[in-house]
């Protein structure tokens, strides 16, 4: 049984892991605010179009996570066992996969973008705005297709260091990649100093930029560390992966995958029937979303920890007492979720005035915000319990928790709100937020029946794996 100094010993831990990511995304969503800002100055048609074209990149770059996601919880628990071989071969399996996946995402942008953009564009609005929209959107994803297999090697080197518990490494190549953006944003959005002025085009180029910048210092990094990372020797030697292995890789992949798509599918869809009532939505909430990011970042990065230590310990066989730290951690979590959802309903009224936009958009956000702030404990213990139950590799599980239950409930319940019913849309995103009170419900259950805690790795249970 694991006493208390070993609970305490996995919350140190759950902290230092947690913090770099943290600080991490700290700074990056920062930096978006920033972005959010010197785009604002191009005009809400360019706020809204930006948005646009970011959510569905966001598909993209969520698709690659739950791919990653999934072999991570084969490296997690590797790294508890203190299996190299097999850690090389999980590393090696992303790299192939991501990279099947970024050619195929960027076929299916540069046929469909416009049709995509324009799927957010039906709503109550000026026609000749809802064209520039468009256009700006379009040549947005354009450029952003050139960072999309950047974005998925990233993602494997990233993810594979994070399972192993090396969180600041990542951290410091998303930090150098976030200030190449700034940079490149403030030169190519305005045209300082001699640069063309590109506007969101030239946001597009900076983010590209800042891509290639975070994926060649994990390469370097993690190829003259090779004594702290011995996975990556003979990583690339061949590409060969066991059969028996790249099947149980896959089938961990395979629904994990489709369920971060079916979740950000879901997110897109909710946030296309906000636009279906009015395009000033779309403004509005982007503008919530960058302080949402902001303020999220301590429970979303708590929550990601949660899954890596919680993957250590079940890795390493220690199963009993394994429920009693998932709780102990899942309490941190939402108290960080907690303190940060107060900030937010704070700022809520000053944050809008940042934005060069309408005061009817400003009031719409500030609502919006406000809502947010109030949900975030909730979101807080949802993504804990997510976490957990992906910790045992129960992919199934994981998808009824996540894909699953948005699309039955809460995509549902936009969309009826949104096309049947004439409900104010600052009601209507309390009502579609509040929906993850069930969500919680749901996990705490979960959770509590302990379905999640297996350890995939043991050969002595493999057939169960």
Not at 1 to 16: E, F, S
Not at 111 to 140: K, S
Request: contains cysteine.
């Amino acid at each position: 049984m694991r006493d208390l100094n070993d609970n305490n010993k996995d919350i140190k831990r759950l902290i230092k892991i947690a913090i770099p990511m943290m600080v991490q995304n700290g700074i990056s969503n920062l930096v978006n605010l920033l972005d959010n800002l010197m785009i604002g100055d191009l005009g809400t048609n360019a706020i809204s179009g930006v948005a646009i074209a970011n959510q569905l990149i966001f598909v993209f770059y969520l698709l690659t996570f739950g791919a990653t996601a999934g072999v991570g919880i084969f490296t997690a628990q590797y790294h508890g066992k203190n299996d190299t071989e097999g850690i090389r071969y999980s590393f090696r399996f992303k790299i192939i996969l991501n990279t099947i996946l970024s050619a195929a995402s960027i076929l299916v942008f540069a046929l469909a973008a416009p049709f995509l953009v324009n799927l957010f564009l039906q709503g109550e609005g000026n026609p000749a705005d809802a064209a520039e929209i468009l256009d700006i959107g379009v040549d947005y994803i354009k450029v952003m297709l050139i960072g999309l297999i950047p974005i998925g090697l990233t993602q494997a080197y990233a993810g594979t260091l994070k399972d192993l518990g090396r969180t600041k490494v990542p951290m410091v190549a998303s930090v150098c990649a976030i200030f190449v953006n700034l940079i490149g944003n403030a030169l190519l959005i305005y045209g300082m100093f001699g640069c063309p002025a590109l506007g969101a085009t030239g946001a597009a180029i900076a983010t590209v930029l800042s891509r290639f910048v975070e994926l060649s210092i994990l390469i370097f990094y993690t190829a003259t560390h090779a004594e702290s990372f011995p996975f990556i020797r003979g990583a690339f030697s061949s590409f060969k992966i066991p059969r028996d292995l790249s099947r149980k890789f896959f089938i961990k992949a395979l629904p994990l995958m489709g369920n971060e798509t079916l979740w950000a599918l879901g997110m897109t869809m909710i946030n296309q029937c906000y636009s279906y009532r009015s395009l000033d939505a779309v403004a509005a909430i982007n503008i919530e979303s960058t302080i949402w990011n902001l303020m999220g970042v301590s429970f979303i990065a708590m929550g990601e920890a949660v899954g890596i230590v919680m993957g250590h310990i079940l890795g390493s066989g220690e199963l009993s007492g394994a429920k009693k730290t998932a709780y102990k951690m899942r309490r941190f979590t939402v108290l960080c979720g907690l303190v940060f959802g107060i900030v937010m309903i704070g700022i809520a009224p000053f944050f809008p005035l940042l934005y060069d936009t309408t005061e009817f958009i400003r009031h719409m956000a500030t609502g919006f915000i406000m809502i947010a702030g109030a949900t975030m404990p909730l979101c807080a213990y949802s993504h804990a319990s997510y976490f957990i139950i992906r910790a045992g590799g129960n992919a199934f599980i994981t998808v009824i928790f996540d894909a699953v239950y948005t699309w039955a409930i809460v995509v549902s319940t936009a969309f009826i709100l949104s096309r049947y019913t004439g409900i104010n849309i600052t009601w209507m995103v309390a009502i579609i937020r509040s929906l993850e009170f069930f969500k919680s419900l749901i996990g705490f259950f979960m959770v509590r029946s302990g379905i999640w805690v297996k350890n995939i790795v043991d050969t002595k249970s493999e057939a169960n794996a």
